[in-house]
């Protein structure tokens, strides 16, 4: 069975950093594109950062230069590094491989 769980949400200061995890049970992430989508309250999910195998990380628009995306290949996760949040970064961060979702992890932007 298939399972991919997120971790490391939380609140966080605008201007601040906070790091997302994605871990896999039954699925190893190293023979798969890996991505980072959230849903903002009253919005449309959307592809936030995407970690392809053959052509390495890839970036929304919205959040280039702030956040990173990285593998750890040993432990079969991914994370999300997220600098200089903003308010529009709140939402909840899903992670995504293949047809499998996590459940999610909520990340608030303060003021």
């Known amino acids: 069975q298939v399972q991919l769980v997120e971790s490391g949400g939380g609140e966080v200061q605008a201007g601040g950093s906070l790091t997302l995890s994605c871990i896999a049970f039954?699925?190893?992430?190293?023979?798969?594109?890996v991505e980072w989508h959230r849903q903002a309250p009253g919005k449309q999910r959307e592809l936030v950062a995407k970690s392809s195998p053959r052509y390495g990380p890839s970036y929304a628009d919205a959040v280039k230069g702030r956040f990173t995306i990285s593998r750890d290949t040993a432990k079969n996760t991914v994370a999300l590094e997220m600098n200089s949040v903003i308010s529009n970064d709140t939402g909840v961060y899903y992670c995504r491989c293949a047809i499998y979702w996590g459940q999610g992890t909520q990340v608030t932007v303060s003021s």
């Open positions: 039954g699925l190893d992430f190293n023979l798969y594109s």
